[in-house]
């Protein structure tokens, strides 16, 4: 019954920084883990970083240093910070909310890194 909805997906050049955001229609407070993940066009679907409601956090080996996942629950949204992006970096990121047996998705929103 909760929808998450990502923004903040765009076109940026090497270097540069965008802020995703994942927006649920409801409190997200029930939601231990929450997390980002990525899919490039003809790969699998990878996680990016995980976050739990305490704040403890995760970050796969190729954005750590680059990235900060945050979380906000007054407000229901999670965050992604991305910075010093390479176009390796490009694809279409979706937050999911873990919640057995059946997770949440969002709809995902395009970043693409240029050189």
């Known amino acids: 019954?909760?929808?998450l909805v990502?923004?903040?997906g765009g076109l940026v050049q090497a270097g540069g920084s965008l802020r995703l955001s994942c927006a649920a229609s409801g409190s997200i407070f029930s939601f231990n883990v929450m997390?980002?993940?990525r899919q490039a066009p003809g790969k699998q679907r990878e996680l990016v970083a995980t976050i739990t409601r305490g704040g403890s956090t995760n970050y796969a080996n190729s954005v750590k240093?680059?990235?900060t996942i945050s979380r906000d629950d007054a407000k229901n949204t999670m965050y992604l910070?991305?910075?010093s992006l390479k176009p390796e970096d490009t694809a279409v990121y979706y937050c999911k909310a873990f919640h057995w047996p059946?997770?949440?998705w969002g709809q995902g929103t395009q970043v693409t890194v240029y050189s």
């Open 65 to 67: 240093g680059r990235f």
């Open 35 to 37: 997390g980002w993940y």
């Open 81 to 83: 910070q991305m910075n």
């Open 1 to 3: 019954q909760v929808q």
């Open 102 to 104: 059946t997770d949440y």
């Open 6 to 8: 990502e923004s903040g």
